[in-house]
T-cell receptor, first 114, second 113 residues
Framework: DSGVTQTPKHLITATGQRVTLRCSPR?????VYWYQQSLDQGLQFLIQ???????AKGNILERFSAQQFPDLHSELNLSSLELGDSALYFC?????????????FGEGSRLTVL | GQQLNQSPQSMFIQEGEDVSMNCTSS?????WLWYKQEPGEGPVLLIA?????ELTSNGRLTAQFGITRKDSFLNISASIPSDVGIYFC?????????????FGKGTKLTVNP
């Protein structure tokens, strides 16, 4: 158990819809990262937050947005969903933004868009 | 952007055999890490390397940070069935935002008892 909690574990929805994925980082971790994992693309970095503020952006689509709340949990919002958005979405956390690459991943949220 | 070339894509071995996988890049990395992902789980950090030439072990696992800073390898000795999973290399590029950890596409390991 990494200490990172993600909900929901599975989500099935239709094209055009909007979903919200939730992440609670490990106790004491201030940084939250979101990754997308698909079969052909591997793990793709989407976005990072540190103590409530956006720190880095990766290959995140404009239809996607995220935020980190004062209690440090984070939400990833995916809107106008397309079939190609079907993937595993991972949240990871780390202690600080003195970045070492040592991330603790949650179990992921599997999104299926039909 | 930076890409990591991880090989092999998959391996099928017998229990007790040694395993070697590697990761290469055309650009320099400051950090190399190896993660393992089991079915239904998120990746778990196995080994982190921070200096060129560094050789680090974690039980039966050994990893090295290449001298050129453009590659890393992971060895698993005397494999056992619970070694099954997907092994990812990851690196922190020397150029660009340090938060942008880059992952390889993984090596899927199957161990036959």
């Amino acid at each position: 158990d990494s200490g990172v909690t993600q909900t929901p574990k599975h989500l099935i929805t239709a094209t055009g819809q909007r979903v919200t994925l939730r992440c609670s980082p490990r106790s004491g971790d201030l940084s939250v990262y979101w990754y997308q994992q698909s079969l052909d693309q591997g793990l793709q970095f989407l976005i990072q937050y540190y103590n409530g503020e956006e720190r880095a952006k990766g290959n995140i689509l404009e239809r996607f947005s995220a935020q980190q709340f004062p209690d440090l949990h984070s939400e990833l919002n995916l809107s106008s969903l397309e079939l190609g958005d079907s993937a595993l979405y991972f949240c990871a956390s780390s202690v600080s933004t003195g970045y070492t690459g040592e991330l603790f991943f949650g179990e992921g949220s599997r999104l299926t868009v039909l | 952007g930076q890409q990591l070339n991880q090989s092999p894509q998959s391996m099928f071995i017998q229990e007790g055999e040694d395993v070697s996988m590697n990761c290469t890049s055309s650009s320099i990395f400051n950090t190399w890490l190896w993660y393992k992902q089991e079915p239904g789980e998120g990746p778990v950090l196995l080994i982190a390397l921070y200096k060129a030439g560094e050789l680090t072990s974690n039980g039966r696992l050994t990893a090295q940070f290449g001298i050129t800073r453009k590659d890393s390898f992971l060895n698993i000795s005397a494999s056992i069935p619970s070694d099954v999973g997907i092994y990812f290399c990851a690196g922190q590029p020397a150029q660009g935002g340090s938060e942008k950890l880059v992952f390889g596409k993984g090596t899927k390991l199957t161990v036959n008892p």
